[in-house]
DNA sequence: TTTTCCCTACTGGTTTTCCTGTATATTGAT
DNA sequence: ATCAATATACAGGAAAACCAGTAGGGAAAA
């Protein structure tokens, strides 16, 4: 018994990428790449008009984030599964593209055959999550919460000031305020993230996307 | 007149960049890949025994760093053109590829013309930098040193502890030596980046991936 | 062998950060 | 209109960081 085969939409800005995951998939009948495109907004008027069952997904799109795509293409059609796929792992990154709706992530070192394992799998209704990610989010559960804090806007500002050295004093003046304000939100900002001081916040800002 | 192809090694652990570099190579006749490996001893053992005009040389290798690769293959065989590749464009690490001896330098997002072009341009004894990757490099030498600066194994040790959070004192506790000799080596931390503090200390040294 | 670099260590002082707790005006959302 | 979140501000004190300069011993390089 045949089934017809599995529409796929690349996107992806890296054309050798493109080939390379052309390549894997060509072997195997069970799926078909319908189209290609190299960045979110022509992906986004394709399906517009024209449907598919999976998105192999790059997180790093030249126009639109990775995580904002998501969202983005549910909306238009809800029951295509997105597969993302990264080079790096970042938990974080990982973690908010699940809860935008991918049923699946990969990173870039998979072999023909787990991607075709994922895209069935996915196609099925069922996740997918590579060995290494698997690895990636348990690390992640039980280490700590990689959950980007909330951070204010003028938490978000101070906190650019002090990795640029700035003194409490600088800040205040830069910003006409008391250094006392800025004295409290550099505490706020050590404890939302949970560290004992200006160094290690900055690590953990740049850690966590912030900066 | 007919020229014998150029022959190529591919190194690069992703095998959808692999297949992709293939793909894009396929169509020419000036260029044969000979051999592709996932990782850097691999590489370097088969160089040994055989030779090479190319290689295409990516920067993240699970075992080797691209940048120790390129003297190491050199070593080997002189005559071999060195072209680095990676997906993000750093210029200091650019900048010690140039130093090692590369002689191309292209970001993953290439078209198959421009990477035909690399490959013969090198292989007839000149260079070749990408577009994108020129642009870097002018950018890096007009806005500032993008070296980085030699930092001690003491130094780099204590910085990355610094960038956990811990005070003078719990360092000194940790490598038992005096909480005085920390701070000496905090603070010609802080001289060699230029900067004046530890928060602003990590955000370089992140920059500059001493971390 | 001399020189240079690295790691070590100190004195003595100033500035900044970090802690704990409190509090008010403003803004935004329900 | 009211409640929550945000930005603002303060006090008082302990801890740590930062500044400037100096210096000895050991290892490695010239």
Redesign the pocket.
């Known amino acids: 018994m045949q089934h017809k085969p599995i529409h796929i939409i690349i996107v992806d800005d890296h054309p050798m990428v493109i080939e390379g995951l052309k390549t894997l998939l060509s072997d195997d009948k069970r799926v078909l790449i319908k189209n290609q495109f190299m960045n979110g907004t022509d992906t986004l008027t394709y399906l517009e008009h024209n449907s598919a069952d999976i998105v192999l997904l790059d997180v790093n799109l030249p126009d639109i984030n990775g995580v904002e795509m998501v969202p983005k293409i549910l909306n238009i059609r809800a029951n295509i599964g997105v597969i993302g796929l990264s080079t790096y792992s970042e938990p974080s990154i990982i973690n908010q593209m699940i809860k935008k709706g991918v049923k699946g992530y990969l990173l870039k070192n998979v072999t023909g055959e787990e991607l075709v394992n994922a895209i069935t799998q996915v196609h099925q209704g069922d996740f997918y999550f590579g060995s290494e990610v698997q690895k990636i989010l348990a690390d992640s559960v039980t280490q700590e919460s990689n959950d980007q804090p909330?951070l204010?806007?003028?938490?978000k500002h101070i906190l650019t000031l002090?990795a640029e050295g700035k003194?409490?004093?600088n800040i205040a003046e830069e910003?006409f305020?008391?250094?006392?304000?800025v004295?409290?939100?550099?505490?706020n900002l050590?404890q939302k993230l949970e560290v004992?001081?200006?160094?290690s916040l900055i690590k953990v800002a740049v850690e966590k996307h912030l900066i």
């Open positions: 909330k204010t806007r003028r938490e002090i003194t409490t004093n910003l305020i008391s250094p006392l304000t004295e409290t939100h550099r505490r050590m004992p001081n200006a160094a």
